[in-house]
């Protein structure tokens, strides 16, 4: 029984320490994994594929303004600044999401070039067919400003590109597959960047109505019980046609 024992105890020590070897490597294989989880392809979500949910554009409203320079002894506006003005009050009309905000200054010294200038902004805005009712004056103090400006300003959608994050991973090695952590985010970047009315992100504009003039000759021919097809005269088909057309008239 003895030998048997000591044959026990010396088969069962490999084995307490093999197990002592796996947990005294369990915590180095735990760092190493916790490691690799902070090079630049996990800081990404990389289980996502969809660069639009990787890299999603922000699109928040944000104020447009527009100072225009009253300088003491002007008499209005001058050809750059219409040309300024008309190009904001443009952009109004297309991406304003409520309404036109004017500031005239008060206490300055150019209360009479400021309300020159005013009256102006007034002459524009009616030409470019912005209603009084959209318009809201108010003053603000200027604190004796010889050259305080009329300020205009509005609230518009704004989109906001990612940051795209690490370029310095190799990716000629990727052993597990994973889309890299920049993948999709410049084409993200650059449609922020280029498009027209960033609330189109948001939701879709309305269909514009559909032209009915076409139909409505279609549609009186039928009732007449004539062809409804266009007729299309020699000159006016495309250059092949055309010439086999000519061919055959002077054959015949």
């Known amino acids: 029984m003895k ?3 000591q044959g026990l105890t010396g088969f069962a020590r490999p084995k307490i320490a093999l197990l002592a070897a796996v947990m005294v490597a369990a915590p180095t294989m735990t760092l190493s994994v916790a490691g690799c989880a902070q090079g630049p392809r996990m800081q990404a979500p990389f289980t996502l594929s969809d660069p639009t949910q990787r890299h999603p554009i922000q699109v928040g409203e944000g104020e447009a303004m527009l100072d225009i320079a009253a300088p003491r002894g002007t008499r209005g506006l001058t ?3 219409w040309n300024r003005l008309y190009g904001y009050l443009s952009n109004y009309h297309e991406r304003g999401t409520g309404g036109l905000v004017v500031r005239t200054p008060s206490g300055s010294g150019n209360q009479a070039e ?3 200038v005013y009256g102006d902004v007034r ?3 009616r030409r470019s067919g912005i209603s009084p009712r959209d318009v809201r004056v108010e003053p603000y103090y200027a604190n004796g400003d010889p050259s305080a400006p009329v300020r205009l300003s509005y609230m518009e959608f704004r989109a906001k590109g990612p940051d795209c994050p690490d370029w310095s991973e ?4 990727n052993p597990a597959n994973l889309p890299s952590p920049n993948m999709g985010c410049a084409t993200q970047k650059n449609l922020a960047a280029m498009i027209a009315d960033p609330q ?3 939701s879709p504009q309305p269909e514009a109505p559909r032209p009915g003039e076409r139909r409505d000759t ?3 021919k039928y009732v007449k019980g004539e062809p409804t097809g266009a007729k299309w005269a020699p000159q006016n088909q495309p250059l092949p ?3 086999l057309t000519s061919e055959s008239a002077v054959g015949n």
Request: hydrophobic share 45%; charged share 30%.
């Open 3 to 5: 030998s048997t024992a």
């Open 79 to 81: 050809g750059t600044q």
């Open 114 to 116: 400021a309300k020159r």
């Open 123 to 125: 002459h524009a805005m």
């Open 170 to 173: 190799n990716l000629a090695r």
């Open 200 to 202: 189109d992100l948001l």
């Open 218 to 220: 279609v549609w009186r």
């Open 241 to 243: 046609e055309r010439a």
